[in-house]
C-alpha cells in the first residue's frame, strides 16, 4: 500500500521560510514525477512545484518562482519545498503527490498525502 505523508508546515511571518518534507513508502518512485501541490479555502488547487523524472529542470508556478525549490532526496522516495521570502497569499493546505500526469491543462498525482496547512501571518 502506497503511504505518502508530507511534515513542515506551520505558522510562519511574512518574509520568513520554512521548509516541507515528503515521504513516499510503499514503492518504488525512481521513474515517476514528484510534485507539491496547495489549496487555499475558496480556490481550487494548484501544482506549486514538480520535479520530473528525466532529471530535467524543476517546473514552478508562477506565484512562487525564485522563492520556492523543490528539490528530491538522496533516497528517491523523499522530496522537499524550501519556501523563502513567504507570503500572507502562501496561506494554504500544501500537498504532495507522486506519479503525476498531465490533467486539464495542468497536472494531478495518483498517490496523494493528506496535506500540511502553511499560515503566512502578514
Known amino acids: 500500500q502506497v503511504q505518502v505523508v508530507e511534515s513542515g508546515g506551520g505558522l510562519v511571518q511574512a518574509g520568513g521560510s520554512m521548509r516541507l518534507s515528503c515521504v513516499a513508502s510503499g514503492r518504488a518512485f525512481d521513474n515517476y514525477d514528484l510534485g507539491w501541490f496547495r489549496q487555499s479555502p475558496g480556490k481550487e488547487r494548484e501544482i506549486v512545484a514538480r520535479f520530473p523524472v528525466t532529471g530535467g529542470a524543476a517546473v514552478y508556478a508562477d506565484s512562487v518562482k525564485g522563492r520556492f525549490t523543490i528539490s528530491r532526496g538522496s533516497a528517491k522516495n523523499t522530496v522537499y519545498l524550501q519556501m523563502n521570502s513567504l507570503k500572507p497569499e502562501d496561506t494554504a493546505v500544501y500537498y504532495c503527490?507522486?506519479?503525476?500526469?498531465?490533467?486539464?491543462?495542468?497536472?494531478?498525482?495518483?498517490?496523494w498525502g493528506k496535506g500540511t496547512l502553511v499560515t503566512v501571518s502578514s
Open positions: 503527490a507522486t506519479n503525476l500526469f498531465p490533467d486539464k491543462g495542468s497536472w494531478t498525482g495518483l498517490y
